[in-house]
Protein backbone atom coordinates (compact mmCIF):
# COMPACT_ATOMS: atom_id res chain seq x y z
CA UNK A 1 0.00 0.00 0.00
CA UNK A 2 1.08 3.36 -0.88
CA UNK A 3 0.63 5.31 2.01
CA UNK A 4 0.10 9.72 0.76
CA UNK A 5 2.59 11.40 0.69
CA UNK A 6 3.19 14.54 2.46
CA UNK A 7 2.69 13.65 5.86
CA UNK A 8 5.64 16.07 7.18
CA UNK A 9 3.43 19.00 6.15
CA UNK A 10 0.72 17.40 8.19
CA UNK A 11 2.22 17.33 10.88
CA UNK A 12 3.92 20.54 10.61
CA UNK A 13 0.30 22.17 10.31
CA UNK A 14 -1.54 20.76 12.99
CA UNK A 15 -4.42 19.36 11.61
CA UNK A 16 -4.67 21.84 8.34
CA UNK A 17 -4.55 20.96 4.76
CA UNK A 18 -2.44 22.12 2.38
CA UNK A 19 -2.83 23.93 -0.74
CA UNK A 20 1.00 23.95 -0.93
CA UNK A 21 3.37 26.31 0.44
CA UNK A 22 4.09 28.93 -2.41
CA UNK A 23 6.31 31.91 -2.58
CA UNK A 24 4.28 33.28 -5.29
CA UNK A 25 2.28 36.40 -4.82
CA UNK A 26 -0.52 37.09 -2.36
CA UNK A 27 -3.56 37.44 -4.96
CA UNK A 28 -4.57 40.19 -2.83
CA UNK A 29 -7.11 41.22 -0.09
CA UNK A 30 -10.12 43.00 -1.36
CA UNK A 31 -13.50 44.59 0.04
CA UNK A 32 -16.52 42.50 -1.90
CA UNK A 33 -19.89 43.95 -2.09
CA UNK A 34 -22.08 44.03 1.08
CA UNK A 35 -25.40 41.56 0.91
CA UNK A 36 -28.53 42.99 2.57
CA UNK A 37 -28.26 43.14 5.99
CA UNK A 38 -24.88 42.12 6.47
CA UNK A 39 -22.07 44.78 7.55
CA UNK A 40 -18.69 45.05 6.41
CA UNK A 41 -15.63 46.34 8.03
CA UNK A 42 -12.26 47.72 7.20
CA UNK A 43 -10.41 45.98 10.01
CA UNK A 44 -9.20 42.81 9.77
CA UNK A 45 -9.92 42.13 14.13
CA UNK A 46 -12.03 39.11 14.65
CA UNK A 47 -14.26 41.45 16.35
CA UNK A 48 -15.22 43.52 13.85
CA UNK A 49 -18.46 43.47 11.84
CA UNK A 50 -19.57 40.98 13.69
CA UNK A 51 -23.42 40.99 12.69
CA UNK A 52 -25.94 38.27 13.31
CA UNK A 53 -29.40 38.40 11.23
CA UNK A 54 -33.06 38.04 12.42
CA UNK A 55 -33.97 34.66 12.36
CA UNK A 56 -36.79 35.04 9.84
CA UNK A 57 -34.34 37.16 7.41
CA UNK A 58 -32.92 34.56 5.51
CA UNK A 59 -30.00 36.02 3.18
CA UNK A 60 -28.51 34.38 -0.18
CA UNK A 61 -24.88 35.52 -0.99
CA UNK A 62 -25.71 38.23 -3.87
CA UNK A 63 -28.85 39.58 -4.72
CA UNK A 64 -28.55 37.58 -8.38
CA UNK A 65 -28.08 34.13 -6.47
CA UNK A 66 -30.28 31.77 -8.00
CA UNK A 67 -31.85 28.85 -6.05
CA UNK A 68 -32.27 26.28 -8.35
CA UNK A 69 -28.85 26.39 -9.75
CA UNK A 70 -28.11 27.07 -13.42
CA UNK A 71 -24.97 24.60 -13.54
CA UNK A 72 -25.72 21.46 -16.12
CA UNK A 73 -26.54 18.85 -13.78
CA UNK A 74 -24.78 16.26 -15.63
CA UNK A 75 -23.24 13.70 -13.03
CA UNK A 76 -24.77 15.84 -10.06
CA UNK A 77 -27.66 14.28 -8.05
CA UNK A 78 -31.23 15.60 -9.13
CA UNK A 79 -31.49 17.01 -5.23
CA UNK A 80 -28.32 18.84 -5.66
CA UNK A 81 -30.41 20.98 -7.75
CA UNK A 82 -33.67 21.24 -5.29
CA UNK A 83 -33.71 23.57 -2.83
CA UNK A 84 -35.80 23.42 -0.20
CA UNK A 85 -38.37 26.42 0.87
CA UNK A 86 -37.90 26.07 4.50
CA UNK A 87 -38.38 28.56 6.89
CA UNK A 88 -35.42 29.99 8.58
CA UNK A 89 -34.73 28.77 12.21
CA UNK A 90 -36.13 30.39 15.24
CA UNK A 91 -34.18 32.80 17.51
CA UNK A 92 -34.45 31.57 21.16
CA UNK A 93 -31.46 33.64 23.07
CA UNK A 94 -29.88 36.26 21.95
CA UNK A 95 -25.63 37.18 21.87
CA UNK A 96 -23.21 36.65 19.46
CA UNK A 97 -20.79 33.49 19.43
CA UNK A 98 -17.83 34.02 21.77
CA UNK A 99 -14.69 35.11 20.15
CA UNK A 100 -12.98 33.30 17.41
CA UNK A 101 -9.45 33.88 16.24
CA UNK A 102 -10.91 34.02 12.40
CA UNK A 103 -11.86 37.13 11.38
CA UNK A 104 -13.36 36.30 8.65
CA UNK A 105 -16.86 34.46 9.05
CA UNK A 106 -20.08 33.13 8.02
CA UNK A 107 -23.01 30.47 9.62
CA UNK A 108 -25.50 29.29 7.13
CA UNK A 109 -28.54 27.31 7.76
CA UNK A 110 -28.68 24.85 4.98
CA UNK A 111 -32.53 24.08 4.67
CA UNK A 112 -33.11 27.77 4.82
CA UNK A 113 -30.08 29.46 2.87
CA UNK A 114 -30.41 31.59 5.84
CA UNK A 115 -27.22 33.93 7.00
CA UNK A 116 -27.02 33.28 10.75
CA UNK A 117 -24.30 35.24 11.27
CA UNK A 118 -21.76 37.15 9.72
CA UNK A 119 -18.41 38.49 10.44
CA UNK A 120 -16.26 40.39 7.32
CA UNK A 121 -18.50 37.43 5.46
CA UNK A 122 -17.52 39.19 1.72
CA UNK A 123 -13.84 40.23 1.59
CA UNK A 124 -11.89 38.19 -0.91
CA UNK A 125 -9.36 36.21 0.39
CA UNK A 126 -7.41 33.56 -0.32
CA UNK A 127 -9.01 30.21 0.40
CA UNK A 128 -6.09 27.68 -0.04
CA UNK A 129 -7.37 23.73 -0.43
CA UNK A 130 -11.14 24.32 0.00
CA UNK A 131 -11.11 25.40 -3.17
CA UNK A 132 -11.54 21.53 -4.05
CA UNK A 133 -14.93 21.62 -3.10
CA UNK A 134 -15.67 23.46 -6.19
CA UNK A 135 -12.83 20.89 -8.68
CA UNK A 136 -14.80 17.99 -7.01
CA UNK A 137 -18.13 19.51 -7.92
CA UNK A 138 -17.27 20.20 -11.53
CA UNK A 139 -15.57 16.75 -11.65
CA UNK A 140 -19.41 15.38 -10.58
CA UNK A 141 -21.27 17.84 -12.73
CA UNK A 142 -18.68 16.60 -15.93
CA UNK A 143 -18.16 12.93 -15.08
CA UNK A 144 -21.06 10.78 -13.50
CA UNK A 145 -19.27 7.38 -14.11
CA UNK A 146 -16.71 7.73 -11.11
CA UNK A 147 -15.29 3.95 -11.74
CA UNK A 148 -13.70 5.99 -15.12
CA UNK A 149 -10.05 5.34 -15.67
CA UNK A 150 -7.86 8.04 -15.88
CA UNK A 151 -4.60 7.45 -17.02
CA UNK A 152 -1.89 9.41 -14.88
CA UNK A 153 0.41 12.03 -16.15
CA UNK A 154 1.07 14.12 -12.91
CA UNK A 155 4.61 13.40 -10.66
CA UNK A 156 3.62 13.68 -7.36
CA UNK A 157 6.73 13.60 -6.07
CA UNK A 158 7.98 16.57 -8.45
CA UNK A 159 5.02 18.81 -7.37
CA UNK A 160 6.19 18.61 -3.22
CA UNK A 161 9.78 19.02 -4.48
CA UNK A 162 9.09 21.72 -6.19
CA UNK A 163 6.75 23.86 -4.37
CA UNK A 164 5.74 21.93 -1.36
CA UNK A 165 2.35 20.46 -2.93
CA UNK A 166 0.62 18.26 -0.47
CA UNK A 167 0.06 15.27 -2.42
CA UNK A 168 -1.43 11.61 -2.69
CA UNK A 169 2.03 10.33 -4.55
CA UNK A 170 0.55 10.23 -7.91
CA UNK A 171 3.29 8.53 -10.22
CA UNK A 172 2.89 9.04 -13.98
CA UNK A 173 2.02 5.52 -15.78
CA UNK A 174 -0.82 4.46 -13.32
CA UNK A 175 -4.65 3.85 -14.26
CA UNK A 176 -6.74 4.79 -11.16
CA UNK A 177 -10.54 5.34 -11.06
CA UNK A 178 -11.47 9.01 -10.68
CA UNK A 179 -12.97 8.51 -7.64
CA UNK A 180 -9.85 7.31 -6.09
CA UNK A 181 -8.71 10.96 -7.09
CA UNK A 182 -11.45 12.96 -5.68
CA UNK A 183 -10.95 10.88 -2.37
CA UNK A 184 -7.51 11.95 -2.53
CA UNK A 185 -8.35 15.37 -3.20
CA UNK A 186 -10.93 15.65 -0.66
CA UNK A 187 -9.60 13.59 2.54
CA UNK A 188 -5.83 14.33 1.69
CA UNK A 189 -6.05 17.23 -0.11
CA UNK A 190 -3.46 16.49 -2.89
CA UNK A 191 -2.86 18.95 -5.60
CA UNK A 192 -1.62 16.11 -7.60
CA UNK A 193 -4.78 14.91 -7.72
CA UNK A 194 -6.34 18.11 -8.36
CA UNK A 195 -3.83 18.89 -11.12
CA UNK A 196 -4.71 15.11 -12.91
CA UNK A 197 -8.46 15.36 -12.36
CA UNK A 198 -8.69 18.78 -14.27
CA UNK A 199 -6.22 17.97 -17.55
CA UNK A 200 -7.43 14.24 -17.32
CA UNK A 201 -11.33 15.40 -17.68
CA UNK A 202 -10.48 18.33 -19.72
CA UNK A 203 -8.98 17.00 -22.35
CA UNK A 204 -5.51 18.35 -21.14
CA UNK A 205 -6.31 21.55 -20.66
CA UNK A 206 -6.08 22.72 -17.12
CA UNK A 207 -7.51 25.94 -18.36
CA UNK A 208 -10.01 24.91 -19.41
CA UNK A 209 -11.11 23.07 -16.14
CA UNK A 210 -10.68 26.00 -14.13
CA UNK A 211 -13.06 28.05 -16.89
CA UNK A 212 -15.32 25.30 -16.14
CA UNK A 213 -15.03 26.17 -12.04
CA UNK A 214 -15.48 29.85 -12.83
CA UNK A 215 -19.33 28.86 -14.70
CA UNK A 216 -20.37 26.98 -11.83
CA UNK A 217 -19.36 30.17 -9.39
CA UNK A 218 -20.92 32.10 -11.62
CA UNK A 219 -24.11 30.21 -11.97
CA UNK A 220 -24.56 30.19 -8.42
CA UNK A 221 -24.06 34.13 -8.28
CA UNK A 222 -20.73 33.89 -6.28
CA UNK A 223 -19.28 37.32 -7.12
CA UNK A 224 -16.48 37.50 -4.68
CA UNK A 225 -14.83 34.20 -6.22
CA UNK A 226 -12.81 33.80 -8.57
CA UNK A 227 -10.70 30.59 -9.41
CA UNK A 228 -6.93 30.19 -11.20
CA UNK A 229 -5.97 26.75 -10.36
CA UNK A 230 -7.61 23.61 -9.45
CA UNK A 231 -5.76 22.77 -6.14
CA UNK A 232 -5.80 26.27 -4.11
CA UNK A 233 -2.73 26.90 -4.55
CA UNK A 234 -1.72 31.31 -3.83
CA UNK A 235 -1.73 32.50 -6.96
CA UNK A 236 -2.71 36.20 -8.59
CA UNK A 237 -6.93 36.13 -8.73
CA UNK A 238 -7.56 33.14 -6.82
CA UNK A 239 -9.86 34.04 -4.17
CA UNK A 240 -13.47 33.59 -1.99
CA UNK A 241 -14.71 35.00 1.12
CA UNK A 242 -16.17 33.53 3.85
CA UNK A 243 -19.90 33.66 2.56
CA UNK A 244 -19.31 32.84 -0.74
CA UNK A 245 -17.53 29.62 0.12
CA UNK A 246 -20.41 28.71 3.19
CA UNK A 247 -23.00 28.75 -0.26
CA UNK A 248 -21.18 27.16 -2.16
CA UNK A 249 -20.35 23.92 0.15
CA UNK A 250 -24.38 24.31 0.84
CA UNK A 251 -25.17 23.41 -2.60
CA UNK A 252 -22.35 20.77 -2.41
CA UNK A 253 -23.19 19.00 0.41
CA UNK A 254 -26.51 18.27 -1.74
CA UNK A 255 -24.68 16.10 -3.67
CA UNK A 256 -24.73 12.20 -2.62
CA UNK A 257 -21.41 11.67 -3.84
CA UNK A 258 -19.96 14.47 -2.87
CA UNK A 259 -21.64 14.23 0.94
CA UNK A 260 -19.75 11.06 0.59
CA UNK A 261 -16.30 12.48 -0.45
CA UNK A 262 -16.58 15.07 2.42
CA UNK A 263 -17.51 13.20 5.26
CA UNK A 264 -15.57 10.03 4.87
CA UNK A 265 -12.68 9.76 7.32
CA UNK A 266 -10.11 7.37 5.56
CA UNK A 267 -10.08 5.42 1.97
CA UNK A 268 -8.33 2.72 1.05
CA UNK A 269 -8.27 1.53 -2.66
CA UNK A 270 -5.60 0.73 -5.46
CA UNK A 271 -2.97 0.97 -2.96
CA UNK A 272 -3.36 4.26 -1.95
CA UNK A 273 -4.24 4.81 1.85
CA UNK A 274 -5.87 8.06 2.15
CA UNK A 275 -6.81 9.35 5.59
CA UNK A 276 -9.23 12.34 5.90
CA UNK A 277 -6.91 15.21 8.00
CA UNK A 278 -9.94 17.02 8.76
CA UNK A 279 -9.73 16.79 12.57
CA UNK A 280 -12.84 18.17 13.13
CA UNK A 281 -14.87 14.97 11.88
CA UNK A 282 -13.55 13.02 14.56
CA UNK A 283 -13.68 15.84 17.36
CA UNK A 284 -16.82 17.04 16.91
CA UNK A 285 -20.51 15.24 17.13
CA UNK A 286 -22.82 15.35 14.09
CA UNK A 287 -19.85 16.90 11.71
CA UNK A 288 -19.79 15.44 8.13
CA UNK A 289 -17.98 17.86 6.12
CA UNK A 290 -16.12 19.58 4.35
CA UNK A 291 -12.74 20.86 3.91
CA UNK A 292 -9.72 23.07 5.32
CA UNK A 293 -6.89 24.17 3.99
CA UNK A 294 -3.77 25.94 4.22
CA UNK A 295 -1.29 28.17 2.19
CA UNK A 296 0.66 30.80 3.05
CA UNK A 297 -1.21 33.68 1.75
CA UNK A 298 -4.54 32.41 3.32
CA UNK A 299 -3.33 30.43 6.13
CA UNK A 300 -5.50 27.98 8.61
CA UNK A 301 -9.05 28.13 6.42
CA UNK A 302 -11.96 25.51 6.88
CA UNK A 303 -15.81 25.14 5.83
CA UNK A 304 -17.21 23.27 8.63
CA UNK A 305 -20.50 21.16 8.49
CA UNK A 306 -22.79 19.39 11.15
CA UNK A 307 -25.76 17.88 11.38
CA UNK A 308 -28.20 17.89 14.75
CA UNK A 309 -31.63 16.69 14.59
CA UNK A 310 -31.80 16.52 11.14
CA UNK A 311 -30.85 19.83 10.56
CA UNK A 312 -27.17 21.07 9.20
CA UNK A 313 -25.40 24.49 9.04
CA UNK A 314 -22.55 25.51 7.50
CA UNK A 315 -19.72 27.22 9.83
CA UNK A 316 -16.80 29.20 7.01
CA UNK A 317 -14.27 30.88 8.19
CA UNK A 318 -10.60 31.94 7.34
CA UNK A 319 -7.17 32.67 8.99
CA UNK A 320 -7.80 30.96 11.74
CA UNK A 321 -5.79 30.47 14.97
CA UNK A 322 -7.49 26.89 15.97
CA UNK A 323 -9.44 25.09 13.04
CA UNK A 324 -11.23 22.87 15.68
CA UNK A 325 -11.54 25.19 18.74
CA UNK A 326 -13.17 28.15 16.41
CA UNK A 327 -15.65 25.80 14.85
CA UNK A 328 -17.00 23.97 18.01
CA UNK A 329 -17.20 27.46 19.72
CA UNK A 330 -19.25 28.37 16.58
CA UNK A 331 -21.27 25.25 16.24
CA UNK A 332 -22.03 25.15 19.64
CA UNK A 333 -23.52 28.53 19.48
CA UNK A 334 -25.80 28.01 16.96
CA UNK A 335 -27.44 24.95 18.47
CA UNK A 336 -27.95 27.15 22.24
CA UNK A 337 -29.43 29.89 19.38
CA UNK A 338 -31.30 29.08 17.23
CA UNK A 339 -34.40 26.68 16.76
CA UNK A 340 -35.59 24.71 14.09
Not at 85 to 97: F, K
Not at 273 to 302: C, E, F, H, S, W
Not at 316 to 337: E, I, P, Q, Y
Amino acid sequence: MNFARGLFLVLILAGSACGGASDSANPGIGQGGTSAGVAQGAGLLPEASGQVLPANQAANPTPGFQPSGAVVSGGLSPETLAYSTAPAPARVSEGDPPPVTAPFVAIVDEDSGAMLYSQQPEVRVPIASTTKIATTLVALEREPDLQRVIPITIDGGAMAAADGSQVMGLEPGEQLHLETLLYGMMLWSGNDAAEQVAVGLADGSRDRYVGWMNQLAASLGLRNTHFANPSGMDADGHYSSASDMAYLARFAMRDANFRRLAGSRLFEGEGYILPNINRLLAAYPGADGVKIGYTDDAQRTMIASATRDGHRVFVSFMRSADLVGDATTLLDWVWRTFRW
